[in-house]
């Protein structure tokens, strides 16, 4: 299902609450790093909306290890999906408002002020890995959004390693669940191949830092949030 008409303020608003009501609920992990597991993230319906997108789907061929291998091919939510899709909109608006940003900033302890919205709609298949990374750079905090819910996807969750990128742990792959954490030097994190039913769906959701480069991936790249206006 698609959310239909324009983005209405009722969604953003069921949106907003949801979060909160998901980040007061969220399980906290204090090992290899700080990390979060957040359940209910969306109200049911618009959760399926995402999960129901229809954006083309790209084998990875030989080619893994990086999402940035794959440029050419990867889908978020920016002005063009913004303005064809209610659902996305929802969701951007609802990420960029003022009183996200305060709830966001208050549960994690960090300061968003001046940073841009970055919500990648990843699709990934058989063949797909990625190698341990930290995001720690112009990446302020990480929610790592799952949204698919075909057979066997609960052992898709994202990687988590130690330090010395050594395996530590794997989080939960649910639907409309989310690893989230604070990028740091030490955050690793990844994704060991193993083979995917079908296509594993997520959200990337980032607030990034005024360097970032590719400004045709923000929600809103003429717009940076802020707690305030």
């Known amino acids: 299902m698609e959310l239909t008409g324009s983005p209405t ?3 953003e608003d069921r949106i907003f609450a949801s979060v909160k009501t998901s980040l007061a609920n969220a399980e906290r992990f204090n090992a290899p790093y700080t990390h979060w597991y957040l359940t209910g993230l969306f109200p049911d319906d618009i959760a399926a909306a995402y999960r129901n997108l229809a954006f083309p789907v790209s084998a990875v061929g030989d080619l893994s290890g990086k999402r940035e291998y794959h440029n050419d091919t990867r889908h978020y939510f920016d002005t063009d999906n913004i303005a064809k899709y ?14 996200m940003i305060s709830v966001v900033e208050e549960f994690f302890d960090i300061d968003l ?3 841009f919205l970055r919500i990648e709609y990843a699709q990934d298949t058989t063949g797909f890995w990625l190698e341990p990374h930290t995001d720690l750079g112009v990446k302020r905090l990480t929610l790592l ?3 698919s819910d075909e057979p066997a996807h609960d052992t898709l969750g994202t990687d988590i390693f130690n330090a010395d990128k050594s395996w530590a742990k794997r989080s939960p792959f649910a639907p409309n669940s989310a690893m989230a954490f604070v990028p740091s ?14 296509v594993r769906k997520s ?8 360097d970032w480069r590719d400004r ?3 929600c809103f790249p003429e717009r940076t949030v802020s707690r305030s206006r």
Do not use: M, S, W
């Open 145 to 147: 959004i799952y949204i």
């Open 9 to 11: 303020k009722n969604d």
């Open 203 to 210: 959200l990337i959701l980032n607030y990034v830092t005024t």
């Open 216 to 218: 045709d991936q923000l």
């Open 185 to 198: 030097d030490h955050t690793f994190h990844g994704f060991k191949q193993r083979e995917i039913n079908g």
């Open 86 to 99: 209610p659902c996305i909109a929802a969701a951007a608006n609802a990420f960029q408002a003022p009183r």
């Open 113 to 115: 002020e001046d940073t």
